[in-house]
């Protein structure tokens, strides 16, 4: 069965960093794209950023210059380096991944459990 599972969240000082780290197990071959998203309380779930096999990063404009996404893909890991944190950064962070080729099948988009990042002011 595939996993998503995302480490490195906690609670951080405006102004800090935080990395977050996804790991996908399963049997996989291939994953065609990895990406954050997060999501406030009382808030929809947003794209923070998203990189596909051999592309460049797409991100949210509000945290662009200062969140960097970066995946290794022999190891089938995604990463989010987020500096110059702000409260309003304060939210659950899921990792998620699309277009996955395994042992078992194909599948379309995998999320993980979430891990949550507070920024204090």
């Known amino acids: 069965q595939v996993q998503l599972v995302e480490s490195g969240g906690g609670l951080v000082q405006a102004g800090g960093s935080l990395r977050l780290s996804c790991v996908a197990s399963?049997?996989?071959?291939?994953?065609?794209?990895m990406g954050w998203y997060r999501q406030a309380p009382g808030k929809q779930r947003e794209l923070v950023a998203a990189?596909?096999?051999?592309?460049?990063?797409n991100y949210a404009y509000s945290v662009k210059g200062r969140f960097t996404i970066s995946r290794d893909n022999a190891k089938n890991t995604v990463y989010l380096q987020m500096n110059s944190l702000k409260p309003e950064d304060t939210a659950v962070y899921y990792c998620?991944?699309?277009?996955?080729?395994?042992?078992?099948?194909?599948?379309?988009?995998?999320w993980g459990q979430g891990t949550l990042v507070t920024v204090s002011s």
């Open positions: 998620n991944a699309e277009g996955l080729v395994t042992v078992t099948g194909t599948y379309v988009e995998v």
């Open positions: 399963g049997g996989i071959f291939s994953i065609n794209a």
């Open positions: 990189i596909a096999s051999g592309g460049s990063p």
